[in-house]
């Protein structure tokens, strides 16, 4: 569908059109990124895009961008019985992409089951980037013989992660699901429980 761009304040408006799908969308200031059939493309008012492969396993899936980079994951491997997802970041200036962060999980060509570990949607804003790393284990019906769907799942262990600084860190260990809520102002918001938590690039609290 042919959508009617949005007008954006005290500046003219910015169209950047593509024959490719749009799978996801990510915004920060003046700069928006998109994964359109495998590549990234970035723009901000009166400035060219810059596209970005997604790789040589497929297309990217979740997309943010911020001051200066964008950040998406892709897929980084599939087998028989699990596949690889990644975190690649680049900067917005072009030039190398790099794997910041790998994890396995089980859902690979044969049988799909939702263990190991995930990667959730990237946030960013200004100079920060976050994911959640998701670790989930089957807590009944976890036979051998037993389809995937006849088990019964839970996140058992999650750890927050930020690139901030040029740099990965794990900043945040939870035994529990506290997914990420959003990202702005150099500071990341978790949900623990009934609380929401708003922490530091480092990890400390707060509010």
Not at 109 to 126: E, H, K, N, Q, Y
Request: glycine share 12%; with cysteine; aromatic share 8%.
């Amino acid at each position: 569908p042919r959508a009617r761009p949005g007008r954006a304040l005290r500046a003219r408006d910015a169209v950047v059109e593509t024959r490719k799908q749009i799978t996801a969308f990510a915004a920060d200031g003046n700069r928006f990124a998109a994964c359109a059939g495998g590549s990234m493309a970035w723009r901000a008012p009166g400035r060219a895009p810059v596209t970005f492969k997604a790789g040589e396993y497929g297309s990217c899936y979740e997309i943010a961008v911020t001051a200066d980079r964008v950040a998406w994951t892709q897929d980084a491997g599939c087998g028989n019985t699990s596949c690889a997802e990644a975190v690649m970041v680049a900067k917005l200036s072009g030039g190398k992409k790099h794997d910041v962060d790998e994890e396995e999980n089980d859902c690979g060509a044969c049988d799909c089951f939702p263990t190991g570990v995930w990667i959730s949607r990237p946030l960013g804003a200004g100079p920060l980037i976050a994911w959640n790393n998701w670790a989930i284990d089957c807590i009944a019906g976890c036979k051998d013989d037993y389809p995937p769907d006849a088990g019964t799942y839970k996140v058992t262990h999650q750890s927050l992660q930020r690139f901030y600084g040029g740099k990965r860190r794990d900043v945040r260990n939870d035994r529990a699901a506290a997914p990420l809520l959003a990202v702005g102002g150099g500071r990341m918001a978790i949900q623990a429980g009934a609380k929401v938590l708003v922490l530091k690039p480092n990890g400390a609290r707060v509010a």
